[in-house]
């Protein structure tokens, strides 16, 4: 009989492992995909997925084995403050810092966004400022700290690889796990799965009555500028994110890279341009790319997933297309051609077929690109170059938001629900941090 089972070693399950691990209870922690080391897709190379548990997404560390950017904020990211409050959250999130920084984080400098003119200068422009502390540890670092911290809790945990959970049981003060590896009993169920394991999550938590309410789904388009464009904001940090408010819905920047490149990012079977940060690469570009997103709600996630099949997938075309459109020829409502393409003075990171955003993004996308660009000229004093390159359509995915109290637990006792799969964190900050949260409540509550 264990004390807890972690259904998902992602960064919430990772976390509340290692904060578990401190008070000697007898964890099991489980994963669907591989040891760290042992994680590789052709996604990373650009390539198709092959793989039949994508080593992409699933495995020890999740997403945590990306390029590891935590962003330190109650601003964005989740919505973890609701739960614990400001001041709990922030603490949280630092004692997360602190974790990394044991196991080789302070490698790299930790950096600030708040700029307080700026702030200010963005007001008056009707742009909203969001900021953050963030330490950036890049794919490589971030592997080896998750690896450090695999090691310290392989001798005090038991932790199982390529599980698949068929189904959790609630008996009478216990939970009984059905897997692929045999059969185990929890007196607790922490389920971890993160974003991936959405489907998993609904079967299950359906048949466990587990009640569920609407789910949010982020479409946007990525944008790509000459690098130099947003200098006057970029002066003292390495990013910025902005929100811009337009008829009642609040449209935000995502994953600014200077200097970096657009990818494709293959993901629910759909094909999307996503930024790569230069530090991922040997050498940086001219250019800087970043997604302004606008967030849309629905009531189940199988309405939310419609949605985007609709509207990507139509850019995709049945393949990997990418639709990408000059800022000129928009405001001009006129495709771009091949032609133009060859002689424009911003060239393109990521190879794109040259066409009409309008044609295929629905207005509500489009109205909410063409008033920020307008407030983000206003505040750089300076119009948007009119080679600033369009591409459609990027998307940020979350799992349905789940009713639980205060500590994470479902309306079935002992059952609970931690980061990104509970859908009220969608950061790795603050989802390793409601892991830890979930790990000191345990700490306090006597088995």
């Not at 307080?116 to 422009?125: I, M, R, T, Y």
């Not at 993004?361 to 600033?388: C, M, Q, R, W």
Request: include cysteine.
């Amino acid at each position: 009989m264990y004390d807890v089972v972690i259904i998902g070693a992602g960064v919430s399950g990772v976390f509340l492992a290692y904060t578990l691990a401190s008070q000697s209870q007898n964890v099991l922690l489980i994963d669907k995909g591989k040891q760290l080391h042992k994680r590789s897709c052709p996604l990373d190379e650009g390539k198709l997925c092959s793989c039949d548990v994508c080593g992409k997404y699933y495995g020890f560390a999740g997403l945590g084995k990306s390029e590891g950017k935590f962003n330190y904020t109650n601003d964005f990211g989740g919505d973890l403050e609701q739960k614990v409050g400001p001041e709990k959250a922030l603490r949280l999130m630092k004692e997360v810092d602190d974790v990394l920084c044991s196991f080789g984080g302070d490698e790299v400098k930790l950096y600030s966004t708040v700029n307080p003119d700026l702030v200010k200068n963005a007001e008056v422009h009707g742009l909203q400022l969001l900021s953050t502390e963030v330490r950036h540890l890049g794919t490589a670092r971030s592997t080896a700290i998750f690896q450090r911290i695999y090691d310290v809790l392989k001798p005090r945990i038991d932790i199982w690889f390529e599980v698949d959970v068929q189904r959790i049981e609630k008996q009478e003060n216990e939970f009984k796990i059905v897997s692929n590896k045999g059969d185990v009993q929890a007196r607790r169920v922490v389920v971890a799965t993160g974003r991936s394991g959405n489907d998993w999550v609904e079967e299950q938590f359906s048949a466990l009555g587990v009640k569920k309410g609407s789910t949010r789904l982020d479409l946007g388009i990525r944008i790509e500028m000459h690098g130099r464009q947003l200098d006057r904001l970029l002066g003292h940090t390495f990013e910025t994110k902005l929100a811009s408010e337009h008829e009642g819905v609040i449209s935000y920047t995502y994953c600014m890279n200077p200097k970096g490149r657009i990818i494709r990012k293959y993901q629910e079977g759909l094909v999307m341009p996503d930024g790569q940060n230069y530090r991922e690469e040997e050498s940086g570009t001219a250019n800087l790319n970043f997604t302004l997103f606008t967030p849309a709600y629905f009531n189940t996630l199988q309405e939310a997933n419609r949605h985007a099949q609709k509207v990507i997938g139509q850019l995709n075309a049945g393949g990997d297309r990418i639709v990408v459109q000059r800022l000129s020829d928009l405001r001009r409502q006129k495709a771009t051609s091949k032609e133009d393409m060859n002689g424009n003075r911003i060239q393109p990171t990521l190879s794109a077929m040259p066409g009409n955003l309008l044609n295929y993004v629905p207005t509500n996308y489009i109205s909410a690109l063409e008033v920020f660009l307008e407030k983000l000229e206003g505040l750089l004093g300076e119009n948007i170059h009119e080679d600033t390159l369009l591409y459609g359509m990027d998307g940020k995915f979350y799992s349905p938001v789940v009713e639980t109290n205060e500590y994470f637990e479902t309306n079935v006792k002992e059952l609970y629900v931690i980061g990104d799969s509970s859908g009220v964190t969608h950061s790795l900050s603050q989802a390793a941090a409601s892991g830890m949260y979930v790990g000191e409540v345990f700490n306090e509550k006597i088995l």
